[in-house]
């Protein structure tokens, strides 16, 4: 495991298939960047992966910068798939289910997860997406919502989507470039419809 000064071990691979296993009480918090394809960062298990982006921003790759973040909602590239236009929509407060969202959270997410899926088809020409969300009995689980750009003639429906294939034909070194020009689309999308501004007027209407 190496180590770039900072008090974090890492291991950089090019597929998560050759990490060792991690150290007792630890797993692997993978994100694209580093020298290979993927920076794996050695955390305890417990670790949400919301929490540790979020106090250790400095340590990503300038691809997963947020294109979007208002009091602690965030938009990201997926952390692990080099797909461009596959964003996360995070909250950097951990909820372990959708129930568990206070009102107020709910609604903006609904708001900004609407926003986001417009402006992919309008900033980005994607015609077609896969939305994701998940539970899990782990500890570390956290509400988010996964936008996946897909192929309508290859994935109609979830159960057709070779996820496992899917993702394993996009390569961070082929699309790095592609990424950022989407990551930039946009950020200028959001700008120009004011999201900030409509986000935050809901925030305090719903404070009343």
Same mark, same amino acid.
């Given at each position: 495991?190496?180590?770039?000064?900072?008090?974090?071990?890492?291991?950089?691979?090019?597929?998560?298939?050759?990490?060792?296993?991690?150290?007792?009480?630890?797993?692997?918090?993978?994100?694209?960047?580093?020298?290979?394809?993927?920076?794996?960062?050695?955390?305890?298990?417990?670790?949400?992966?919301?929490?540790?982006?979020?106090?250790?921003? %400095? $340590?990503?790759?300038?691809?997963?910068?947020?294109?979007? %973040?208002?009091?602690?909602?965030?938009?990201?590239?997926?952390?692990?798939?080099?797909?461009?236009?596959?964003?996360? $929509?995070?909250?950097s407060d951990q909820y372990r289910a959708i129930d568990a969202l206070d009102e107020t959270t709910h609604l903006?997410?609904?708001?900004?997860?609407?926003?986001?899926?417009?402006?992919?088809?309008?900033?980005?020409?994607?015609?077609?997406?896969?939305?994701?969300?998940?539970?899990?009995?782990?500890?570390?689980?956290?509400?988010?919502?996964?936008?996946?750009?897909?192929?309508?003639?290859?994935?109609?429906?979830?159960?057709?989507?070779?996820?496992?294939?899917?993702?394993?034909?996009?390569?961070?070194?082929?699309?790095?470039?592609?990424? $950022?020009?989407?990551?930039?689309?946009?950020?200028?999308?959001?700008?120009?419809?004011?999201?900030?501004?409509?986000?935050?007027?809901?925030?305090?209407?719903?404070?009343?």
């Open positions: 495991m190496t180590n770039d000064g900072s008090s974090i071990p890492f291991v950089d691979v090019g597929l998560l298939s050759e990490l060792p296993d991690p150290p007792p009480g630890h797993r692997y918090l993978d994100f694209l960047g580093g020298e290979r394809e993927l920076r794996c960062f050695v955390v305890p298990e417990e670790t949400p992966r919301c929490e540790f982006m979020s106090r250790n921003t %400095q $340590l990503l790759d300038p691809i997963l910068e947020p294109v979007y %973040q208002n009091e602690g909602v965030f938009i990201r590239q997926d952390a692990s798939y080099a797909i461009p236009g596959f964003y996360i $929509l995070s909250l903006r997410t609904s708001l900004i997860l609407q926003e986001l899926r417009r402006g992919m088809r309008i900033a980005l020409r994607i015609e077609y997406v896969h939305v994701y969300y998940e539970e899990k009995p782990d500890r570390s689980c956290s509400v988010h919502y996964w936008v996946l750009p897909v192929d309508g003639s290859r994935a109609s429906t979830v159960f057709r989507l070779d996820k496992r294939s899917y993702f394993g034909t996009f390569r961070l070194s082929d699309q790095r470039a592609a990424i $950022l020009r989407a990551n930039h689309a946009m950020g200028e999308y959001f700008e120009d419809v004011g999201l900030r501004t409509r986000d935050q007027g809901l925030t305090n209407v719903l404070a009343l």
